[in-house]
């Protein structure tokens, strides 16, 4: 292994987020061959990282193999590994992982529901989230109160929020009735409570919200709440070239195991029904 910047290396082992692992190194919680490490150093493959104490397990790019799940979040479950308050995570429904663990790309709060993806690789998850790509995400939004016209002209031109200026790319009309009106909006930033925040920003309340879509992934109607599917190879192939990342040489070699697998179970079928 080529010596790499710490963020990256503990990203590719899938414990954190790159931006994560900076703000570990930047508190002291990494070290290199017993040194406390600051944020800049670089290490190989030679070298003992420890992340708070633990020595940390490296695989190489060579047999790395990048995964990612899509799941239906249900309203009710947080987006934490764990909770004071002993409340459900989306965790707990995943499946287990043997190369590192799964990490959230981004969040969606606890009355949200809808699309949002894990990935084992920390890399996948920095650029996914990262404002420079400017990933589309698209929501079902319900909105108790009056909306005009001028209204949704403005969230579509820009309002300006405490923490910067933020705007819906597009809002759709998708009906209801009386107060309660549901629309689909689209952006591509991920600032907290964003959705909600606009609208409230008009004295308006959003009393459901449900992610439907995240970059070119609609959330599949087949896909129950709470239940996790496995990307298929051409749909993680999609979000590896819309971030700028090439495949791993474990990932193309499982997928066409995995494709010769599938051949050969198709072929032992045709024959014993031929039976």
């Known amino acids: 292994m080529i010596d790499e910047k710490l963020q990256k290396i ?3 082992a899938g414990l954190a987020s790159r931006r994560e692992a900076e703000q570990w190194i930047k508190a002291g919680r990494v070290s290199v061959n017993g040194s406390i490490a600051e944020l800049g150093d670089r290490a190989g493959e030679k070298d003992k990282i420890r992340v708070d104490g633990k020595l940390l397990s490296v695989t190489s790019k060579e047999n790395f193999q990048r995964r990612m799940l899509a799941y239906h979040k249900p309203e009710g479950e947080i987006c934490t590994r764990k909770d004071p308050q002993g409340r459900v995570s989306v965790f707990d429904a995943l499946p287990g ?7 959230n790309v981004g969040r969606l709060d606890i009355n949200t529901s ?3 993806f894990f990935t084992n690789d920390g890399e996948l998850a920095s650029r996914l989230m990262h404002p420079s790509h400017q990933v589309l995400r698209k929501y079902a939004v319900r909105v108790r109160g009056e909306v005009s016209e001028q209204i949704l002209k403005q969230l579509v031109i820009g309002v300006e929020l405490d923490d910067g200026y933020a705007k819906f790319e597009s809002i759709d009309d998708v009906g209801g009735e009386g107060s309660n009106h549901w629309y689909n909006v689209t952006l591509r930033e991920g600032k907290n409570r964003e959705v909600r925040r606009l609208w409230e920003s008009f004295d308006l309340q959003v009393s459901r919200l449900h992610r439907i879509q995240y970059g070119h992934f609609e959330l599949p109607r087949s896909l129950k ?4 599917r496995e990307l298929s190879e051409a749909e993680l192939a999609e979000f590896e070239q819309l971030v700028d990342l090439k495949k791993t040489r474990a990932s193309k070699t499982f997928q ?5 697998n599938q051949k050969h179970k198709k072929l032992k079928a ?4 031929r039976k």
């Open 97 to 103: 992982i043997k190369q590192g663990r799964w990490l």
């Open 10 to 12: 503990i990203a590719h």
């Open 114 to 116: 809808g699309l949002i």
């Open 225 to 228: 709440r709470g239940r996790w």
């Open 270 to 273: 045709r024959k014993i029904h």
């Open 256 to 260: 066409q195991a995995n494709r010769k």
